[in-house]
């Protein structure tokens, strides 16, 4: 049990190292100088330039420039933000609770309705309601979440102005962001739980208990439900960063004060040290609730912790 724990902990960490890395670099492969966005239209000479580059430590070779954000990261200080003349700790805290409960109420509407859709669609299988339930499914997967926002926002905020147009912090400004940033998952986990569904009632014990004379809706909650709730557990794991990643699309559209929307304007304005701590920081949440994943997997079935 402590090897299994102790590799998914040392593959975390290779993880987040490899993330840090590419977050370091991601925007210093793109054209652009932040010393010259945080100018703007105001003119300057060669030696202001050089003097501001010196004080955000731009004229310092790349690998000391790393070595120091992320020894300072480890410590919780990812520094002064280029444009907005903040902590960057301190700009993530504000925007940090209304991405997660967005995540958190785009997760349950997933996992829920996906999981109802899923099973129905398994129970009826090769009847109308599987070939409607999948067809769904499909569509919900292959519409884009920016036009679904926008079309969302077209018909409940302005033509029927039950919610509202900007995304506020209460419900009425959760309801349309969550639903937009949930569709697309709702449709692969219905897809996803019907395939493991099926699966799972092609075991010999389910077959065994059928046998036997239980009801048919003892032997889906007792032998198939269960055995199919290991692989839908996984992708729902990994379903966290998906979410996490949408809400860059989603904040945007309907201007929601969130890690996402403070990430896109980082990127705009070239604050490498935000989109440095923004990527980070989204990447050791996603990284964390895996492994959080990984320690339930001997719970559901000790056998893994034998291998």
Do not use: C
């Amino acid at each position: 049990m402590f090897r299994y724990f102790a590799g998914r902990l040392i593959s975390i960490l290779a993880l987040l190292l490899g993330i840090s890395v590419i977050a370091f670099l991601m925007l210093r492969l793109i054209p652009g100088d932040p010393v010259m966005a945080l100018m703007g239209t105001q003119a300057a000479d060669a030696a202001t330039i050089d003097r501001l580059r010196h004080q955000l430590g731009l004229d310092q070779p790349m690998l000391m420039q790393y070595l120091t954000w992320i020894g300072h990261a480890l410590q919780g200080n990812f520094g002064y933000s280029y444009s907005k003349q903040r902590p960057v700790i301190e700009l993530v805290a504000d925007a940090f609770p209304a991405t997660i409960q967005l995540t958190a109420a785009a997760l349950l509407l997933s996992v829920s309705f996906g999981l109802l859709l899923g099973s129905w669609a398994a129970l009826k299988r090769n009847r109308l309601p599987d070939t409607l339930g999948m067809g769904v499914a499909l569509a919900l997967m292959s519409v884009p979440s920016f036009w679904l926002g926008m079309l969302l926002i077209l018909l409940f905020a302005v033509t029927f102005p039950i919610f509202d147009v900007v995304s506020g912090q209460g419900f009425s400004g959760l309801v349309l962001p969550a639903v937009t940033l949930a569709m697309g998952v709702i449709g692969f986990n219905a897809r996803f739980v019907r395939s493991s569904l099926l699966s799972a009632q092609a075991n010999a014990h389910v077959v065994t208990a059928r046998a036997k004379g239980l009801t048919p809706t003892k032997v889906f909650l007792r032998h198939v439900l269960r055995n199919a709730l290991l692989p839908v557990l996984t992708v729902v794991g990994l379903q966290v960063g998906n979410l996490l990643s949408g809400t860059v699309v989603v904040e945007t559209v309907f201007s929601r004060p969130g890690l996402g929307r403070l990430l896109v304007d980082a990127i705009m304005g070239k604050d490498y040290l935000t989109v440095q701590a923004v990527v980070l920081i989204i990447a050791s949440i996603y990284a964390i609730i895996n492994f959080i994943v990984d320690l339930l997997y001997p719970l559901l079935d000790p056998r893994i912790a034998r291998r």
